[in-house]
């Protein structure tokens, strides 16, 4: 059932790399007098713009990992106050089977003041040589700090009323859950029954391979997300908020204080620096989550309409395509 949603995300997930790939490495270097350097990357920061972004993924399709890393080097040189391009470089030397070495870079990016992620350096959470380095200490510190205060707020969470909470079964009617979402005219990819109504077994009609079909509208069925803000701003600082839908950009609907706000939220299992990047983390692990399923109402050429749980099914729901 959750199929549709699932590859909808994963969609997104690449638009999202792309733009990373892309966006972060022409990002501009901060100013002020550059850190000192320790990691030997082979030369100089210049603070170029430029970088191999197509060298790199043919590199790394082609298992020439030696190459990859000289061009993340080259890439870091570039851009040497750019987090992402470090991380990139990191990833290379796993690749290439010199993780003390992607630990060195950690170290580098630390001393530099970069900001370290979870999703970063979780790949290094049980190396001992990390474990053993500034950043490794710190970072454990912090995790326990997290991991204390996330057991608190369950307790927290048992005392919430039914009447504080959102509906154990919520259902975002009229969502379209990824950025540049659209509903209009589509194209069948596969054939796909649809239904009289969502979770509903009875079909109704099937939109065939090639069809243009209308998409008239849509619904995210899920179960609420409780996490423990970290921020302030529209949720409470040190408050328990529940994340619904995604609206995109980096946009959710979040019920907190009896009323569901539109807000801009990242949220992890662990924020190691709480900012816009990192506001909130989660109180469950990922693996108890149910993943969200989207539902589509859909208009055939012979004017059936029906609901189908399998929207990657049907081309045309990305308007930025």
């Given at each position: 059932?959750?199929h ?30 550059p ?21 790199s ?13 000289a ?6 040189r ?62 454990q ?35 379209c ?39 008239l ?43 569901i ?53 049907f ?7």
């Amino acid at each position: 059932m959750a199929h549709g949603m699932k590859s909808s995300t994963l969609n997104t997930s690449f638009a999202t790399l792309v733009c990373l790939l892309f966006c972060s490495a022409f990002q501009p270097a901060r100013s002020g007098k550059p850190p000192e350097q320790h990691y030997d990357l082979g030369g100089p920061c210049k603070d170029n713009l430029g970088v191999g972004v197509v060298e790199s993924l043919a590199a790394e399709h082609a298992g020439d990992w030696d190459r990859l890393v000289a061009l993340q080097k080259q890439s870091v040189r570039d851009g040497c106050a750019v987090e992402y391009r470090w991380e990139k470089l990191a990833e290379a030397l796993i690749k290439a089977g010199r993780r003390h070495e992607a630990v060195s870079v950690v170290e580098e990016m630390d001393s530099r003041g970069l900001e370290l992620t979870f999703p970063f350096v979780k790949q290094f959470i049980d190396d001992p040589l990390f474990k053993a380095s500034r950043p490794g200490i710190r970072i454990q510190h912090l995790i326990h700090i997290s991991d204390a205060r996330r057991v608190r707020f369950r307790e927290i969470l048992k005392s919430i009323p039914a009447n504080r909470r959102p509906p154990a079964n919520y259902i975002a009617k009229g969502a379209c859950p990824f950025e540049c979402c659209q509903y209009g005219n589509w194209t069948v990819d596969n054939d796909t029954d649809l239904f009289a109504a969502p979770g509903s077994k009875r079909v109704v009609g099937n939109a065939r391979n090639g069809d243009r079909v209308v998409g008239l509208t849509g619904e995210v069925h899920l179960t609420p997300e409780p996490v423990i803000v970290l921020t302030g701003g529209d949720l409470p600082k040190n408050s328990i908020a529940f994340v619904l839908d995604y609206g995109g950009e980096g946009y959710w609907s979040v019920y907190t204080r009896g009323k569901i706000v539109s807000t801009f939220l990242v949220y992890e299992k662990y924020c190691l620096h709480v900012s816009d990047s990192c506001g909130a983390e989660t109180l469950f692990p990922e693996a108890k989550r149910k993943n969200p399923v989207w539902w589509v109402k859909v208009r055939l050429p012979n004017g059936v309409i029906g609901w189908s749980d399998r929207p990657d099914n049907f081309n045309g729901k990305d308007g930025c395509a």
